[in-house]
Structures are given as C-alpha cells and as structure tokens.
C-alpha cells in the first residue's frame, strides 16, 4: 500500500503531466520558476484546465456538464470543511485523498499556502456559467464573468508567491480581466462554431450594427472592424492598468509575470494589426517566444 507522501507525489506528477502536455499562449509553470512554485502552479493549472474542459469539450451534454462541475464543488466542499476542522496539533498530518488525484494535490497547495477556497470555487461557478450563459447583454454582465472566470487565477498566483497584497491583487485583477477579454477576442470564430457561445455584448454590438448572424457567418467587413477595433483598445487600457504588478514583484516569479504581460501584448498587437480577419486566432512563432523570453529578463517595458 501507498504512503500518503507516495499517494501524494503521484497526485503531482499527474497534475504536471497535465500542465506539460497542453498549448497555451502564455507561459504555464515555466521552467524559470522554482521548484517549490513551479509544481503548485502545475497543479492549480490542471484544477482550472480540467474544470475548463468539462465545460466545453467533448460530446456530454448540458446537464451532463453541469453535474461534473457539481462534483468538482463538492470536492472544494470537502477540503473547506477538512481545513475548517484542522488544528494545529496535526497540522503534519493534513490529509484529503480524494479518487481524483487533482484534488489530493490541490489540498495540499490550498493548505500549504494558505489560499483562500473560495477562489477555486469562483473558477468553477464561472464554468458553470459557460455552460448556462452564451449571450451577454452588456460590458459590465463580460465583466462580473471575468471576476470568476480569469481574476482568481491572478490572486492564487500571488497568494503562492506570498506577494498578496491589496494592491498587487487589484493589479493583478486587471491584468487577469485583459488576458481573458484578449481570449475572448482571439476565439471569436471558435466559440461561436464550437459552443454557439459569443463574449461581445449584444448593446455594443448594435451600436457597431454587428448582428449574431454576422458573427456565425464569419462577416468581416467594416461594422465587424469597427466593433473588434473598439474592444481590443478597451481592452489594452484595462491590461495596461496593472502593469505596475510587473516592478512590484521579484526574482524568478517577476520574470513570470512579465513574460504573461509580454505575452498579451503581442496578441494584442497581432489582432489590432489582423486586417484579413477578425476570426483568425494569432499564434505565437519562435521569434515572439524569444521577445517574450528578452522582456522577461528586461528592465520593464510598457
């Protein structure tokens, strides 16, 4: 039979295999981390990826989804209530094995680095969302979606770092909302085709003269430029806006940040520069990973 530290690092290494085996645009637990950061990061990674699937891929249907989301909360219920009831005389032996290996590691992460719960169960209810919600009435319904679907990712971040302050995490906040509203606008055709599902609010829409069947017809003409235009230089001002995070940090997790800051700049760039059409999502080549790479080590750049 397994120990608990063997049960435990075998929950890891599954979470990392996770994390190694999937493509983003921004540097996921790059090897620039230390050890002691780069495995926690894996691990809430696989937390959100996973949870992120549920709700989008594969064929299960909705009701389907939902109740995989549900099993995740009741899971995040589990080890609030193991967290509530420890104390301090068994703090070594702080234990949640759960069937799924993503939540044993996770435990472990939460307890460790004293991470507030309720941040995991932001990212799941903003799944859940995703799969209830694919219309938004206005900017500010894409905004409160944003505060659980990418906010909470930045906040976990800092919390790992020990760099938790008031005023890191409001700008961590706003670089989180601009990396998830330049998501939103580099998978416009993707969720559109896939999920039926569409981040531009329905009032600006109109106010660009940009139908929902424009969209699901891939239209692009001057009203789609126009409207894509208008919201990649709102976005820009949002990301902008929690650039000082990038000198409040240091060392190794520093140089992270700033890479993920270069990152959603050069998307930003390529879809402002994209005139042959708003529905082709930007891929980052070798030349703009090595930008990324030499911001990262620079003197800080806005």
């Excluded at 060392?251 to 700033?258: C, H, T």
């Amino acid at each position: 039979m397994l120990t608990f530290e063997q049960k435990k690092q075998k929950a890891y290494q599954y979470c990392i295999a996770i994390a190694k085996n999937h493509y983003e645009n921004f540097p996921i637990a790059s090897h620039l981390l230390n050890k002691q950061l780069r495995i926690p990061v894996s691990i809430v990674y696989a937390f959100a990826r996973t949870a992120d699937d549920l709700a989008d891929e594969g064929v299960a249907g909705k009701q389907e989804r939902l109740e995989s989301l549900d099993n995740y909360i009741n899971e995040l219920e589990q080890i609030e209530a193991a967290l509530r009831v420890h104390s301090e005389q068994n703090k070594v032996d702080f234990l949640h094995l759960s069937d799924n290996h993503i939540f044993t590691a996770l435990a472990q992460v939460i307890y460790e680095f004293d991470i507030p719960v309720i941040l995991f169960f932001n990212l799941i209810h903003a799944f859940k969302q995703d799969v209830d919600i694919t219309r938004y009435h206005n900017f500010e319904q894409i905004l409160d979606y944003c505060q659980r679907s990418a906010n909470p990712v930045g906040r976990i971040l800092l919390h790992l770092n020990k760099s938790a302050t008031p005023l890191n995490l409001s700008y961590s906040d706003a670089i989180c909302t601009g990396l998830q509203l330049i998501n939103f606008y580099q998978d416009i055709a993707q969720d559109m085709d896939e999920n039926n599902r569409l981040y531009l609010s329905l009032d600006e829409m109109a106010h660009h003269h940009v139908s929902i069947n424009d969209i699901q017809n891939h239209l692009n003409n001057e009203y789609t430029k126009s409207l894509i235009q208008w919201q990649l230089q709102r976005a820009r001002r949002i990301y902008q806006s929690g650039a000082p995070l990038c000198t409040n940090l240091r060392g190794r997790f520093a140089i992270e940040i700033k890479m993920i800051y270069a990152g959603g700049l050069l998307i930003l760039d390529k879809l402002e520069q994209n005139t042959a059409s708003m529905y082709l999502r930007p891929r980052l080549n070798k030349i703009d990973k090595f930008k990324i790479l030499w911001r990262g080590f620079s003197p800080f750049f806005h």
